[in-house]
């Protein structure tokens, strides 16, 4: 399932490129193609990399001085790829960066986001269990508390019909429930 979503979010931007260029000749695909490629490379080297050994370890400068490197690296072989012409290869690169930029904000934004719903969902379910421990312990001791009330109730009536070696057994009886528990 979760490949469909890359899918489906590299096949969007591909769509809306076929879209606003409809008159779009062969070169102009085999460079959207080129741009897509080195995109996605840098993108999920940000996800499956960069996102979860520096940034979800708090090790943001780390992380920044990274991604800056794997953007600027990624513009000059998008730039390097698509033209040869040194300066419009200059002027491609701010271009590039810009666009690579976009990728990353979004695909992060989306990464971040999906690991915030996750930690949301961990979070209910250790609260759920919590719940329902301080349930069973709760359970636990009603059940002790209404045997020694019984216990109880028990040895004042035969305190009271003066049946002494029956209370004797019953005080014993409750001081090894007490004992056990």
Same mark, same amino acid.
């Given at each position: 399932?979760?490949?469909?979503?890359?899918?489906?979010?590299?096949?969007?931007?591909?769509?809306?490129?076929?879209?606003?260029?409809?008159?779009?000749?062969?070169?102009?695909?085999?460079?959207?193609?080129?741009?897509?490629?080195?995109?996605?490379?840098?993108?999920?080297? =940000?996800?499956?990399?960069?996102?979860?050994?520096?940034?979800?370890?708090?090790?943001?400068?780390?992380?920044?001085?990274?991604?800056?490197?794997?953007?600027?690296?990624?513009?000059?072989?998008?730039?390097?790829?698509?033209?040869?012409?040194?300066?419009?290869?200059?002027?491609?690169?701010?271009? =590039?960066?810009?666009?690579?930029?976009?990728?990353?904000?979004?695909?992060?934004?989306?990464?971040?986001?999906?690991?915030?719903?996750? =930690?949301?969902?961990?979070?209910?379910?250790?609260?759920?269990?919590?719940?329902?421990?301080?349930?069973?312990?709760?359970?636990?001791?009603?059940?002790?508390?209404?045997?020694?009330?019984?216990?109880?109730?028990?040895?004042?009536?035969?305190?009271?019909?003066?049946?002494?070696?029956?209370?004797?057994?019953?005080?014993?009886?409750?001081?090894?429930?007490?004992?056990?528990?």
């Amino acid at each position: 399932m979760r490949i469909l979503y890359h899918i489906g979010f590299w096949l969007g931007f591909t769509l809306l490129f076929i879209y606003q260029n409809p008159d779009g000749t062969l070169e102009d695909y085999l460079s959207w193609s080129w741009i897509l490629f080195i995109s996605a490379i840098v993108v999920y080297t =940000n996800i499956f990399f960069l996102l979860p050994q520096f940034f979800f370890r708090k090790k943001y400068g780390y992380y920044s001085l990274l991604l800056f490197l794997s953007i600027a690296i990624g513009s000059y072989v998008l730039g390097f790829g698509l033209t040869s012409d040194l300066t419009s290869l200059r002027n491609d690169y701010t271009q =590039n960066f810009i666009n690579l930029s976009f990728f990353i904000i979004i695909t992060s934004s989306l990464k971040l986001n999906r690991q915030y719903q996750q =930690n949301q969902a961990r979070l209910i379910q250790v609260e759920n269990e919590q719940l329902k421990t301080e349930l069973k312990l709760l359970k636990a001791q009603v059940n002790p508390h209404f045997l020694f009330n019984t216990l109880n109730n028990l040895y004042g009536l035969v305190i009271q019909d003066k049946n002494q070696q029956t209370a004797d057994v019953t005080l014993k009886l409750t001081d090894l429930m007490r004992y056990l528990l």
